[in-house]
């Protein structure tokens, strides 16, 4: 077989399990009408499929007039995926199958954020998620772990701030110790490509993403597409800076939105502000918020500070829609109204048309759903070229 037919049947196997990922149950004839590929080459490709066990067959469809058509599903059992959000001050892991549906997860608080402390706790993590993924013939097909940094088109973090981590090689140390392929990615844009995915984005083609946890990260999805930037940087919009003389950041700049608008900027108000036993976490804020006038204040003054920031990123990128997602998320009832005003308010009339403002479907899954999504998305195109 030459390289150019390789090409074409590695596209037309690929064109046909996406077809009865996202559309079955459906027929091999059904298949051939939907991407126009002869009965017999489809036939051929979906004989491969079955062997591989990425599909099945399932009892006849509704007959056009003859035999009734044996119909295909996905088998997104036929492997699971661990995602995992590495925060600054937690590890969330799921393990997901082929479709992204949660299985299990696991959530652990982390008190020491050096390197070798926390890489102890994500291999435990990655373990209890791999021992209970049930028994099929892939087993665990892979791992993607979102980190809040700068993470390379080869998966080292540069930086990573508020974990106080520079020039690791997270991804070769968690390949050596589970021999599995591994994916590191900035947890903005994996939370960005979950929504996309799973979540509110769905039915977007220009989204914009705002983690808003301990610091602030921004994914795009553009056109479709999740944007990267040059050298695959973009979105450390945490650090676009809303006060020019302000407090300093540990990016080593001035007055950075992440400052005002995160978790970490709402707990330090709540406990400089409020004289009352000091809160501990934003679940229990959130819970006085309800009933304390001046709680509820604090989450208004850091709604309206996260609504600055929301508004310059629809000035600047005229998007369909934004999703405020991570651990804010849980806080929607208490700040969507302060960012929906300062959008009112101060964005461009004609940025605000078409604009959809919403807090995350998926809460604070939305990293780990991503970074699942891309070990299911390298197990398949891998298993496309096999064989070959």
Not at 51 to 58: D, R, S, V
Not at 188 to 202: H, I, L, S, V
Not at 261 to 290: D, G, N, R, Y
């Amino acid at each position: 077989m030459s390289w150019n037919q390789q090409v074409v049947k590695v596209k037309n196997k690929h064109s046909i399990l996406q077809s009865i990922i996202e559309r079955a149950p459906l027929s091999r004839a059904d298949i051939s009408q939907h991407i126009g590929l002869t009965k017999g080459t489809v036939s051929t490709i979906v004989t491969e499929l079955l062997e591989a066990n990425l599909c099945y067959e399932t009892g006849p469809g509704v007959s056009s007039g003859g035999r009734r058509p044996v119909m295909l599903l996905f088998n997104e059992r036929a492997g699971y995926s661990i995602g995992i959000d590495l925060g600054v001050n937690y590890i969330l892991g799921v393990l997901t199958d082929l479709c992204g549906t949660i299985i299990e997860e696991k959530m652990i608080t982390i008190t020491n954020n050096s390197y070798e402390e926390t890489v102890i706790l994500l291999k435990e993590v990655i373990q209890f998620l791999r021992y209970v993924a049930p028994e099929s013939p892939y087993g665990v097909v892979g791992i993607g772990i979102g980190v809040p940094g700068i993470v390379t088109k080869e998966g080292t973090i540069l930086n990573a701030p508020n974990l106080g981590w520079k020039n690791i090689s997270l991804k070769q140390d968690i390949e050596k110790e589970f021999a599995l392929p591994v994916t590191i990615d900035n947890e903005a844009n994996a939370g960005a490509y979950g929504e996309k995915r799973f979540g509110a984005g769905k039915d977007f083609e220009n989204l914009i993403y705002i983690s808003a946890g301990i610091g602030i990260g921004v994914g795009f999805i553009l056109n479709n597409e999740l944007y990267r930037g040059a050298e695959g940087f973009s979105g450390e919009m945490g650090h676009m800076i809303i006060e020019v003389n302000g407090d300093p950041c540990s990016c080593g700049s001035r007055g950075c939105w992440e400052l005002y608008a995160s978790e970490k900027a709402l707990l330090k108000q709540a406990a400089t502000e409020i004289a009352a036993a000091p809160v501990q976490s934003l679940e229990q804020l959130i819970e006085q918020a309800h009933t304390n006038d001046e709680v509820k204040e604090i989450f208004e003054q850091v709604g309206e500070k996260l609504g600055i920031g929301v508004n310059n990123i629809i000035n600047s990128f005229n998007p369909q829609q934004i999703i405020i997602g991570n651990r804010l998320a849980l806080a929607e009832d208490l700040l969507l109204n302060p960012v929906l005003k300062v959008v009112e308010d101060r964005t461009l009339k004609h940025n605000q048309s078409n604009l959809q403002i919403t807090f995350s479907d998926l809460a604070s899954h939305s990293s780990a759903l991503g970074v699942s999504a891309y070990a299911i998305e390298n197990f398949i195109d891998t298993e496309m070229y096999k064989d070959l």
